[in-house]
């Protein structure tokens, strides 16, 4: 098992009392190997989806996410998510410098996690992006667990008290093929994914849509 960095703990601690206000339930944590490459590929309609996700994982893995790099100007915000060992990544550039540094720190045996379609769905339906397919493809080794996240949007709707699902699985059309194309694997990875959870928005989002109608 990989050890967990002093800052990555610290923060999963520090949001625990989040994840036990949402009712956090977890399920497949037996589809994460303890060691070794692995990619978690979920769904993202809350920007509380990377905490549950690693909070859920937490005695497993620590998941190193590719996030935007925007996070890193925030004052205060770069030292933390660089002891975390998050990967700041230029979303909609392109951003092959991100995209190597995340294929050499697969192969050297860590988690990554990745939501394909970039950012919140704000519940909307996106596209896969092809940047997951790449490193899939480019790491061959490395095991695919998809995870379906439930309930995060609803965190904002304080004092109604949310329900939160975080379920790991396999896919069932299989781990990454070499013969596909990176593309179609990025779709067909959050294809599944998004079978089991639709694109939401926050619960106080849902009322003024409501309210308005």
């Known amino acids: 098992m990989q050890e967990r960095t002093r800052t990555y703990r610290v923060a999963m601690a520090l949001n625990r009392p989040v994840a036990l206000w949402g009712?956090?339930?977890?399920?497949g944590l037996e589809t994460l190997p303890d060691s070794g490459p692995l990619l978690v590929v979920g769904n993202h309609d809350s920007h509380w989806d990377p905490v549950m996700v690693g909070i859920a994982a937490i005695k497993h893995r620590q998941i190193r996410a590719l996030a935007k790099s925007d996070l890193w100007k925030v004052r205060g915000l770069s030292p933390i998510l660089n002891g975390?060992?998050?990967?700041?990544?230029?979303?909609?550039?392109?951003?092959?410098q991100a995209l190597a540094r995340a294929i050499e720190t697969l192969r050297a045996g860590a988690c990554i996690g990745v939501f394909p379609e970039g950012t919140r769905s704000r519940g909307k339906v996106l596209r896969a992006r092809s940047g997951l397919g790449r490193l899939a493809l480019e790491?061959?080794?490395?095991?695919?667990?998809?995870?379906?996240i439930e309930g995060t949007s609803d965190l904002t709707g304080f004092p109604r008290r949310p329900r939160i699902s975080v379920r790991f699985f396999d896919p069932a059309g299989g781990q990454p093929r070499p013969d596909e194309d990176p593309a179609e694997l990025s779709i067909r990875l959050l294809a599944e994914v998004r079978a089991l959870v639709s694109p939401t928005i926050s619960y106080r989002k849902r009322s003024r849509a409501e309210a308005e109608q």
């Open 84 to 96: 975390m060992g998050q990967i700041p990544i230029d979303r909609g550039a392109g951003d092959k």
């Open 139 to 148: 790491v061959p080794e490395a095991h695919i667990t998809l995870v379906a």
């Open 23 to 27: 009712r956090l339930h977890v399920e």
